[in-house]
């Protein structure tokens, strides 16, 4: 069995074909198969391929007698003729390092689990000048499709190795017309979606070609994207699409849809000021547009003749990567520690319980730690709205985000007031600036509660907003809840509308409850948290 099948796609190659071939003849990894479908060239592509084949009986020729308008249907046409255990894809424009398949073959055959494989590439013009390398981020380890969704892992169709079963199990390329040269970008997608992982072999193993004097005219991925918006919504990655999308649409000049996209951008990302000047622009209409059109350029422009675009766009892609992994591979557990702190003894009640400065102490970091024995990748936020500790750099060392408000006499107003609830309501509302927003889930837990054996995870998670225990009359507990980080603006809001019923001495968990909305929980049966309630300090599990 050949181990790799390399498909060429040409149309009026006459120019540059035989460069592109000779790169695959030269290459030190011998055992392949070269299969190259003409989708009709007007000009001498085809003489030019017959030559080649009479040279290498390794090549094989499939001459379609229509015009498929683009890459994809030559792609599986030739898949259909595929021997290989891989599947390597080359441009009729671009040519290979020697060593290309080696290398990326090498890393194909140590770990089956890979789905796709790519590399850098040195970006050139038509007449083989140097305009900038590739700078790839580097591809996580876990949670690829989402990775992805904010960031375009591979150089171009030439970089790409499949195993061949990756091609049997998701299915060809996407011919229809309205994806277009996004072809490449849908299948990347779909590949990932499945679950594989992606590689990136981070030398310079193609030469990657432009013929229109610059790479950066390319359109964006907005078709094949929209093909796929369930999962970026699911991830809370929209805003990626909206950016592509107003960039794309200014780059048509539709002003309606660039201004429908801006909106939308600003929406979700309301401190990307470059788009709300952007906005501004486009609402005076051509000449507003003409004005974005030329900076945009002149970013462009500037970018390019400094060689650095490639350095800026891994840079974005490097910050998109980071925002994504931690949402995907961690969880935001925000501790409220509000409890009122005295020089008394430790003693409970159903409006205030008041504890010793030492008592208090011993309690969050029991409550931290058995976060980290339950949630052992979590990021754990304290929110101190009670008392300042003098053993504060101690507890600082133990979490990921310390936000101290205890000397803030407004908060401490109402933390040492009367009312049940109010003062956590006023911290969360003080703090929720400074809270790490780029996580996927939140849980909220009060700080003088444990976690302990009956916690699950996924107990939690669920298509609804919210997720606790919720009690016949209509109250969710406030010892522990999860919610999703679109909703963590709404989490704000809902306690800045608690606050009149607060100071009416309404519950803190009938509040939320009416405020959130019961259709809006998923109910659970068991929290999985310990503490200490009532008068006499009873010890509950939840």
């Known amino acids: 069995m050949t181990k790799v099948s390399i498909i060429i796609p040409t149309y009026n190659s006459e120019k540059f074909i035989n460069r592109t071939i000779q790169s695959v003849i030269d290459q030190t990894y011998k055992d392949w198969e070269l299969i190259i479908v003409d989708d009709l060239s007007k000009d001498k592509t085809r003489e030019i391929l017959n030559e080649w084949k009479k040279k290498d009986e390794r ?105 061949k079963k990756v091609i049997d199990e998701v299915g060809g390329r996407d011919e229809n017309p309205e994806i277009g040269p996004s072809e490449d970008r849908e299948y990347e997608l779909r590949i990932a979606a499945a679950g594989y992982k992606f590689y990136v072999v981070h030398e310079v193993l193609i030469k990657y070609y432009s013929h229109d004097g610059s790479p950066y005219t390319r359109p964006y991925y907005s078709n094949s994207s929209l093909k796929y918006i369930s999962y970026y919504k699911k991830y809370n990655l929209e805003y990626i699409l909206y950016e592509d999308f107003v960039k794309e649409f200014i780059r048509l000049d539709d002003t309606q849809n660039s201004k429908k996209y801006c909106k939308l951008l600003i929406s979700k990302k ?43 766009e891994a840079d974005q892609y490097a910050t998109y990567f980071k925002k994504v992994t931690k949402k995907i591979n961690k969880i935001n557990v925000i501790i409220t520690s509000t409890v009122k702190c005295s020089e008394k ?163 803190i968990e009938r509040v939320l409850y009416i405020l959130i909305g019961g259709k809006n929980i998923n109910p659970v049966d068991t929290l999985g948290v310990s503490g200490k309630i009532g008068v006499n300090g009873e010890i509950i599990e939840e």
């Not at 992805?148 to 970089?159: A, D, E, K, Q, R």
């Not at 005076?284 to 002149?298: C, D, E, N, P, T």
């Not at 927003?437 to 054996?453: D, E, V």
């Open 345 to 507: 003894p430790v003693s409970y009640s159903k409006v205030r319980s008041v504890f010793t400065k030492e008592e208090r102490l011993a309690q969050t970091i029991q409550t931290i730690e058995s976060v980290r024995k339950y949630m052992p990748n979590a990021y754990i936020t304290l929110i101190e709205i009670g008392q300042e500790y003098s053993e504060n750099s101690k507890i600082e060392k133990l979490v990921d985000q310390y936000i101290n408000l205890s000397k803030n006499k407004t908060i401490r107003f109402f933390v040492d007031g009367i009312f049940k609830g109010l003062g956590e309501a006023v911290g969360i509302i003080f703090a929720y600036k400074r809270i790490d927003k780029t996580y996927l889930n939140y849980i909220k837990l009060s700080g003088r509660y444990i976690l302990n054996n009956n916690f699950k995870l996924e107990n939690f998670t669920s298509e609804k907003p919210f997720s606790g225990k919720v009690y016949d009359e209509k109250t969710i507990s406030t010892r522990l809840y999860y919610f999703k980080n679109q909703y963590l603006l709404d989490w704000k809001v809902k306690h800045i509308m608690s606050i009149p019923f607060l100071l009416l001495n309404r519950s």
């Open 59 to 163: 090549i094989h020729l499939i001459f379609l007698d229509k015009n498929s308008g683009g890459p994809a249907h030559p792609k599986n046409v030739a898949i259909s003729e595929t021997h290989g255990k891989y599947i390597a894809y080359l441009d009729h424009d671009d040519e290979w390092m020697k060593d290309k398949l080696e290398k990326q073959i090498n890393v194909l055959e140590k770990d089956p689990k890979i789905g796709f494989i790519s590399c850098e590439a040195d970006m050139l013009d038509k007449n083989g000048k140097l305009l900038y390398t590739t700078t790839t981020s580097i591809v996580p380890d876990s949670g690829v499709f989402p990775a992805i969704l904010s960031t375009n892992f591979f150089t171009s169709n030439s970089s790409l190795v499949i195993p």
């Open 270 to 312: 309301p401190y990307y000021i470059r788009y709300d000047l952007i906005y501004i622009f486009l609402l005076f209409g051509k000449l507003g547009m003409f004005f974005i059109r030329q900076i945009l350029l002149l970013q462009s422009n500037i970018l390019y003749f400094l060689g650095k675009k490639s350095k800026y």
